[in-house]
């Protein structure tokens, strides 16, 4: 799975280096088993973004963009990594992710689908496990958007927030992303036609075998 994450991710246009971060040298040495570039951070981590800034001050060059892949996104399209570091064309960009249109109301229902609501420039305006916009009158429409967990960050913005303190908003939903908005800062969405199926529990593999 980890080397189908790091090759896809090669795939990429917009990209010039590509490193796996992880705290598990089972991880490190498949990674370096296949010539792939793994680097070790330390495991007190408590989420990916973390870790990124880690590996920031690890390389110490200078970087545009850093772009958090998870590890466990085997079908990651390289089109995906280009539209986020696309955001980042806008200057004004310090951070960014992307969302996908969902109307399956089985799938938007599941706490393990994190939802995304935007304004009208695409920026975020809140991510909830809950459905949202909870649509109270009969015959309302709208287009809900489920969040794919691929972020961009500022070297510096990226640094920032890890400094930021657990947020109200964070705490209750568990997630993380709520922490920066709590904060003020701009998150912004771009979106993407392609699906992203994450491996995290072994029921998953069935989800997979289905998509394959």
């Known amino acids: 799975m980890i080397r189908r994450v790091y090759e896809q991710a090669l795939k990429s246009t917009s990209i010039s280096q ?9 991880i490190y040495d498949e990674v370096m088993s296949f010539g792939g570039f793994a680097m070790m951070t330390s495991p007190d981590h408590q989420n990916g973004t973390e870790r990124c800034a ?14 958090n892949i998870q590890g466990d996104e ?67 429409t709208h ?13 510096e913005a990226l640094r920032e927030i890890v400094k930021l303190k657990p947020s109200p908003l ?8 709520l922490r920066w908005l709590e904060n003020g800062y701009t998150v912004y969405t771009a979106l993407t036609e392609y699906e992203s199926i994450s491996i995290d529990i072994p029921e998953d593999l069935e989800r997979i075998q289905q998509f394959l």
């Not at 590509?18 to 089972?26: E, F, K, P, S």
């Not at 920031?56 to 545009?64: G, H, I, K, S, T």
């Not at 079908?75 to 280009?82: A, E, G, R």
């Not at 287009?143 to 070297?155: A, E, L, S, V």
Request: net charge negative; charged share 25%; hydrophobic share 40%.
């Open 54 to 67: 880690e590996v920031l001050q690890q390389l110490n060059e200078d970087v545009d963009v850093v772009i």
């Open 143 to 155: 287009t809900f958007y489920k969040h794919i967990g691929i972020y961009g960050y500022r070297p």
């Open 18 to 26: 590509v490193a796996v971060a992880t705290d598990d040298t089972r």
């Open 74 to 140: 085997p079908f990651v399209h390289p089109q995906q990594i280009d539209t986020m570091a696309a955001l980042f064309d806008k200057k004004e960009c310090r951070i960014g992710t992307l969302i996908k249109e969902c109307n399956q109301m089985a799938l938007l229902e599941k706490t393990s689908i994190i939802k995304a609501a935007v304004d009208k420039n695409f920026r975020a305006l809140y991510f909830s496990r809950s459905v949202i916009p909870h649509l109270r009158n009969a015959g309302t």
């Open 170 to 177: 964070e705490l209750a939903e568990s997630l993380e992303q």
